[in-house]
Nanobody
């Protein structure tokens, strides 16, 4: 059993900052990519940022220069530092991890339960 538990969401004024965390736990052998996605009301889930286990990052154009993704491989944890937040960043943010539960097992996608981020104008 694998769990991804997010924390750090909340309500913030435009221009403010938040830091999201996501810890993966359970029967984990190894984790490849980790990332953050978000879904606003009435919209599809979209990629925010991803990071490989080697530290290579990828960002959506809408968050480049404002958000920073990082990870602590020893803690199986990924972070998202969000600065200069805008009302259009309001969404439920989901953590994602591609991982193996056994040495010779397949690579599977796991998702957290989501954390609400609300940016007021």
């Amino acid at each position: 059993q694998v769990q991804l538990v997010e924390s750090g969401g909340g309500l913030v004024q435009a221009g403010g900052s938040l830091r999201l965390s996501c810890a993966a736990s359970g029967s984990i052998f190894s984790i490849n990519d980790m990332g953050w996605y978000r879904q606003a009301p009435g919209k599809q889930r979209e990629l925010v940022a991803t990071i490989t286990n080697g530290g290579r990052t990828n960002y959506a154009n809408s968050v480049k220069g404002r958000f920073t993704i990082s990870r602590d491989n020893a803690k199986n944890t990924v972070y998202l530092q969000m600065n200069s937040l805008k009302p259009e960043d309001t969404a439920v943010y989901y953590c994602n991890a591609d991982l193996r539960t056994a040495r010779w097992g397949g690579l599977y996608d796991y998702w957290g339960q989501g954390t609400q981020v609300t940016v007021s104008s």
